[in-house]
Structures are given as C-alpha cells and as structure tokens.
C-alpha cells in the first residue's frame, strides 16, 4: 500500500524524534514517503498532491488545523477518482476530530491502532464532512463569540505563546464581556426554515463532541454524528445566566442542552447565516476571517477514515 504521512513539525506535541518513530513503525506495513510542512496551506498542498500520486492512504500528523489542511486538500484533489484513506495521528493540543474518531490521544498508541487497522485489514468508516461556502470541516465550525476566541488565541500564538485549554476559557470571557450587551448580528434559516430570533452566537458540528476541556467532553449537540447530518447550537440571548446555565450543561457527561434561548437540532442538511455586519468564521479551530453571509451544508459519504477503539479502553475490555 502506497502511503503519504504529513507531518506540522511546529504541532504542539509533534517532535523529530517521535516523527522518526512513528514512520519507522508504519513503514513496516506501507511503502510511506514523509512529508513535512513548511506553512500554512501546505499541507493541503501535499495531500492534493499525494491522491493524484496515487496514494492509498494519508496519515495526518498534527494538531487539529493539519487534518483540516489534509482533508481539504483531499477533498480537492479527488474528483472522478477513489479518494485514498485517512489515518490521524494526534500531534495538536486537542486534537478533536482524532479522539472523535475513536483515536488514542497518544500518538504512539494511535500508530498501534493504524498499524493493527492495516494487519487485520478493516474497513474504514465512511464519514460526512461539513462545508461552509468551499472549505471542509471536519469536526465544528462557528461564527460570533467562537470565532473571535479562535482569533484571539490565533494574535497569541503567533508571538510564540504557549496555548492551554485555560488560556481559551480566559479569552472566551474576555470575549464575552466584549459581546453581552451587542445585539444579535447573525439571522439563521435551518434547512429551509428561518428562525424567528436573531443568534448571537452559532455552533455547526459534524461529530460529537463539540470539543475536549483536557479529558472532558463538550457536548452542544450530543445526537450529531460523522454518520449523519450537522448539528446546531445557536444562543439568542447572551444574559449571563443564560450563558452560565447554558455551559453547565454542556460540561455533564450525558449533556442535553437546552434553554429558551437556544437554537438546536442536531441533524441538519443546510444552515443559511446572514449578518447585519461583519462576522467572524472559525473553521476547525483555524480562524478564516469576517464573512457577512455563509452557507452550512453536510456532505454525506465523503472521506474513508481509520478508526479505532483507544488502546486503554480496549484493554480494560479484554482485561
């Protein structure tokens, strides 16, 4: 099997040495060129490259913006031909799409999960991927509050700053000390149907969770799956005890939002956003800019995935 592993060398949890390591390991089983990164863009670059060099499998090694990169460039390459496997191996600080995926968050341990994937060879799961306007997503996208916490973080790392799970709850509150009194700028039509409020703030799943806090789950749309449509979670007030209710229910472990104040459905084909003025627009956790409309749309059957059940898990099972 020809494969292609992508490699963000600046990936929060990605080094040369365990670069090395897990490409030796999958090099038993694949005949794997590595490729690395050099800057934004690329890596979508590579993996458009790789389908048309006929590779049967991309390993995605990196944080959550390097899978989103792979997909798209996958997604873009693949036309009118078999569009290869992914596999992920976590190399970010979240790391979402990958533990959604059933993927150990040690990359050590999801290499053995490809490698006993490829041995045994089982299937890959078919999974939807969302789209706003031409850009693919994999596990979330968002606009308002979501999108300027994600440009927030995106000003500090750009000067070097190291990003923590806390670091994104602190400017979350900035942010949302900014935003409580705003009026709502985003009006929304769900699968053909306008709702009546204005959103101040929207969330667009394909997976669940929406996110991790460290260990824990956030759920705003527990009944989305990869399987099915998008989930939405739109908030038409942002009175602090909404907010504070709201995201108590998000942190249980059998989350089912739900408020006056709230938008959901968590199977959706189509989400229409239009603005009143410029609004941002995060996707994967990669900030793309101020858009004054957009359009949500599922892709049903869109990209073949490695799974797997995490390693701990599977052995506290058999054990």
Known sequence: MRAMMIVNPHATATTERRRDLLAHALAAEVRLVVAQTTGRGHAAE??????????????????????????????????????????????????????????????????????????????????SLGRVDERYFTFNAGMGLDAEVVEAVEDLRATGRAISNMLHVRKAIAQYLRAEHRHPRLEITVDGVATPAGVHLLFVSNVDPWTYFQTRAIRTNPGTSADGGLGVFALTSMRLPTV????????????????????????????????????????????????????????????????????????????
């Open 46 to 127: 590579l993996a458009a490259k790789a389908v048309e060099g006929g590779a049967e499998l991309i390993v995605a090694h990196g944080g959550d913006g390097t899978v989103n990169e792979v997909v798209n460039g996958i997604m873009a390459a693949n036309a009118g031909r078999q569009a290869p496997m992914l596999a992920v191996l976590p190399g970010g600080s979240t790391n979402v799409f990958a533990r959604a995926m059933g993927m150990d968050p040690d990359p050590v341990l999801a290499t053995e999960q490809i490698l006993e994937a490829l041995i045994v060879r089982q299937p890959p799961r078919t999974i």
């Open 244 to 319: 504070v209710r709201v995201s108590a229910q998000l942190l249980r472990p059998n989350a089912e939002p739900s408020s006056r104040a709230l938008i959901r459905n968590d199977n959706v084909s189509s989400v229409i956003v239009r603005c009143h003025s410029p609004v941002g627009l995060q996707v994967d956790g990669d900030y793309l800019g101020t858009r004054e409309h957009a359009t949500f749309t599922s892709v049903p059957a869109a990209l073949r995935v490695l799974t797997g059940t995490p390693i701990r898990l599977r052995d506290e099972q058999s054990g």
